[in-house]
């Protein structure tokens, strides 16, 4: 087995396998073994993937059996956006999106949605960004949120049991609440607050049975500590409100984004106090988009994967003790599809592709796999009430 200390001893120096036989010896114990989805339903939890419609995902049929081998859930990567769904308005493209979830349903999966509002500007319809709201503005905006909310809640229905209502509305660099043109127009005081409240409280009412989710990228480091700290505020805001939001969804892209994330176990620390908080407030919890970066582990494949898997048995053996945590998402379940490749804000300055998923670009199981399946195994079992 596999552990902790065994892939640790592996990256300080010891006697190391080639890559080739890691990636071997993953595999073999992935085809042999249980299915990710299996091991994480024993525990009552749903174990699964975003998934993107793009030929080296969806349109790959090797890629596509993967997911469905492993995955007990899926989640679009961006083909629920609002971008994606009305690129120009009143023109709706929902194709994509309906293949995705068609394909799911038939094949026995789960799908949640992602996602209503993403706050930063950029990510909003350039039409949207654009958009004029007339002498009242607060109306306009309402107006326009009330019709989006209604068509894309009202097209998926009952088949989206979770949907990530606002995306990322916490700038990292102060804490505060992003702006875009919807904020503006609901005015300067409180303004992002008021159009946040408003777009769970039409989730809400256009999909009644659904969990509501905030998601957001913070983590446990110092650098993450002002983007901690407003998620907090802006959460205890919505509770105060009355806001109907149920969840806050943990992206865990983990590993080493800046230079504040090398303290090991005070970074664990501050982010179970940060978990605590949150559940303290009667939130839920999900993991939502999981890979690790690996920019600062060593370029041997070996000692890279061992570093890898060790620091996902650690994230994860905390994050999944919380028992209200009933859904455990990758963002990909395979290297070469991984975001991370061509994301320039944070990658290896050797310039090797990156390895932050459970399968490399061949398919093969690697150590993080092995290193998912024993958190799950080791978790505390959920019970069998699901939101």
Not at 59 to 67: F, H, N, Q, W
Request: aromatic share 8%.
């Amino acid at each position: 087995m596999t552990t902790r200390r065994t892939m640790l001893s592996a990256l300080a120096g010891a006697t190391l396998l080639p890559a080739a036989a890691f990636a071997q010896a993953a595999a073999t114990n992935a085809a042999g073994g249980e299915a990710l989805k299996d091991i994480a339903r024993a525990k009552g939890l749903r174990f699964g993937t975003a998934i993107s419609a793009g030929p080296r995902q969806f349109g790959d049929a090797a890629y596509r059996a993967l997911v469905e081998r492993e995955c007990g859930i899926i989640v679009a990567e961006n083909e629920m956006k609002w971008q994606a769904l009305e690129p120009r308005r009143d023109a709706p493209n929902f194709a994509p999106a309906d293949a995705m979830l068609a394909w799911a349903k038939d094949k026995g999966m789960a799908m949640r949605g992602h996602n209503l509002f993403w706050q930063a500007e950029k990510w909003l319809p350039a039409w949207v960004a654009k958009e004029d709201f007339g002498a009242q503005p607060k109306g306009g905006a309402e107006r326009l949120m009330r019709k989006h909310v209604q068509t894309v809640c009202r097209h998926f229905g009952s088949d989206i049991k979770s949907w990530d209502v606002v995306n990322e509305a916490i700038d990292p660099a102060d804490g505060k609440l992003r702006q875009n043109a919807l904020t503006r127009a609901f005015g300067a005081s409180n303004g992002a607050m008021d159009q946040i409240d408003l777009a769970f409280r039409l989730a809400h009412e256009y999909a009644p049975h659904a969990q509501l989710v905030y998601n957001d990228y913070m983590r446990g480091d110092t650098g993450s500590a002002k983007h901690r700290a407003g998620v907090l505020a802006m959460l205890a805001e919505l509770k105060k409100r009355g806001t109907p939001i149920h969840a806050l969804g943990l992206q865990s892209h983990i590993g080493s984004w800046d230079e504040s994330a090398d303290r090991g176990k005070a970074d664990l620390m501050e982010w179970r106090r940060f978990l605590d908080e949150v559940t303290g407030m009667g939130f839920d919890l999900l993991i939502t988009e999981f890979d690790v970066n690996d920019r600062r582990l060593p370029a041997d494949i070996a000692r890279r994967d061992a570093g890898v898997a060790a620091a996902a048995r650690d994230y994860l053996d905390l994050t999944l003790s919380y028992p209200g945590l009933r859904d455990f998402l990758l963002w990909g379940m395979a290297d070469h599809i991984s975001w991370l490749q061509t994301w320039d804000e944070a990658p290896r300055t050797d310039k090797l592709p990156m390895r932050p998923l459970p399968y490399d670009g061949q398919l093969r199981a690697k150590p993080l796999r092995q290193a998912i399946a024993e958190a799950m195994q080791a978790m505390p079992a959920r019970s069998a009430t699901r939101t």
